[in-house]
T-cell receptor, first 110, second 114 residues
Framework: EDQVTQSPEALRLQEGESSSLNCSYT??????LFWYRQDPGKGPEFLFT???AGEEKEKERLKATLTKKESFLHITAPKPEDSATYLC???????????FGTGTRLTIIP | EAGVTQSPTHLIKTRGQQVTLRCSPI?????VYWYQQALGLGLQFLLW???????NRGNFPPRFSGRQFPNYSSELNVNALELEDSALYLC?????????????FGPGTRLTVT
């Protein structure tokens, strides 16, 4: 069974303090690993797709990386508007649904 | 380009009642997915529709059902509501095919069962 574990559950950073969020996963065959951002009471907003180990994607202050067992979301010099819950999800072979982790709630303090 | 839309935004229902939630996918997307996000829990997969057919369902009882219309919009029906059905119900859409894996989500419908 596909599994996704995210850590930490919550993270508070000062504005400008860089850090990383972790997503550990187990899957029989990876079709894609996805990162989403979710603001309170809203639907998840798509950020990145990673398909194979060694792949990296960047968008503004965010960079996502992938290994065979983990993905990291690195946030560089964050701003208060980066505060949100970041969700990791994966899609395995023969499985159309996404399996989600429970997310990391990120708070950036001005 | 318009994103995924859902209606209504909020609903308050009484235990035992029935509810219908609606979703319109992004233009050109033929697959629609429904997820439940209960407070403190992650997103749980409910149903997947593609080309008008139910293709897969998650570990939810049969009182959760739905359909997809010829224009690819979708409805989620929940019968005999229980208190634990209170959650944010999210609809997502994607294109179909081996290259199209990203799912794009709507804003959700907040259902409260009292």
């Amino acid at each position: 069974e596909d599994q996704v574990t995210q850590s930490p559950e919550a993270l508070r950073l000062q504005e400008g303090e860089s850090s990383s969020l972790n997503c550990s996963y187990t899957v029989s065959g990876l079709r894609g690993l996805f990162w989403y951002r979710q603001d309170p009471g809203k639907g998840p907003e798509f950020l990145f797709t990673l398909y194979s180990a060694g792949e990296e994607k960047e968008k503004e202050r965010l960079k996502a990386t992938l290994t065979k067992k983990e993905s990291f979301l690195h946030i560089t010099a964050p701003k208060p508007e980066d505060s949100a819950t970041y969700l990791c999800a994966l899609r395995g072979f023969g499985n159309e649904k996404l399996t989600f982790g429970t997310g990391t709630r990120l708070t950036i303090i001005p | 380009e318009a994103g995924v839309t859902q209606s209504p935004t909020h609903l308050i229902k009484t235990r035992g009642q029935q509810v219908t939630l609606r979703c319109s996918p992004i233009s050109g997307h033929t697959s629609v997915y429904w997820y439940q996000q209960a407070l403190g829990l992650g997103l749980q997969f409910l149903l997947w529709y593609d080309e008008g057919e139910e293709r897969n369902r998650g570990n939810f009882p049969p009182r959760f059902s739905g359909r997809q219309f010829p224009n690819y919009s979708s409805e989620l029906n929940v019968n005999a509501l229980e208190l634990e059905d209170s959650a944010l119900y999210l609809c997502a859409s994607s294109q179909t095919g081996v290259r199209y894996y990203e799912q794009y989500f709507g804003p959700g419908t907040r259902l409260t069962v009292t």
